[in-house]
C-alpha cells in the first residue's frame, strides 16, 4: 500500500487560485454592469464615474460622460483582467452627489444603486 499523496497538493493551487480568479472576476463584472444600469443619467457623467479598481480604492473623478455606459462597461472589464487571487475589487463612484443618490435622491433610481445591486448580484451567485 502507497503512503502519502501521489499527486502533491500543492499542484492544485494553480488550478484552485484560477477558479477563484474567474469567480470573483464574475461578481465584480455583475455588479459593475448592474451599477451601470441602475445609474440615473441626466448628463451620464454619473455613469462614467463608476470606477473598477483592484487592490486599492481610486478616488479621482471624471468629467467625461457615458449615457449608454458602454464606455464605462469595457474599462472596468479592462481593470479586472488584471485580476490576481486574494486580491480586493473596488468598485466607486467619487462623485461629490454620489451619496446623495445612493440615498435615493433621483426619481431614476429611488430605492439607490451600489446598496440594492449588492442584494441583487449577491442573491444571483449564492
Request: no cysteine; charged share 20%.
Amino acid at each position: 500500500m502507497a503512503k502519502g499523496w501521489s499527486v502533491p497538493p500543492s499542484l492544485f493551487m494553480d488550478e484552485v487560485e484560477g477558479a477563484l480568479v474567474e469567480r470573483i472576476r464574475a461578481i465584480a463584472t455583475a455588479m459593475h454592469g448592474e451599477i451601470i444600469s441602475r445609474s440615473p443619467v441626466d448628463t451620464g457623467r454619473f455613469r462614467r464615474n463608476n470606477i473598477v479598481s483592484i487592490g486599492a480604492p481610486v478616488f479621482s473623478t471624471t468629467l467625461e460622460v457615458d449615457k449608454d455606459g458602454a464606455e464605462t462597461r469595457a474599462e472596468g472589464i479592462a481593470a479586472l483582467s488584471a485580476l490576481k487571487p486574494y486580491t480586493v475589487v473596488y468598485i466607486q463612484n467619487n462623485l461629490p452627489y454620489a451619496e446623495r443618490l445612493e440615498n435615493g435622491h433621483s426619481g431614476q433610481a429611488p430605492a439607490g444603486i451600489y446598496g440594492i445591486t449588492f442584494i441583487g448580484v449577491s442573491e444571483d451567485f449564492r
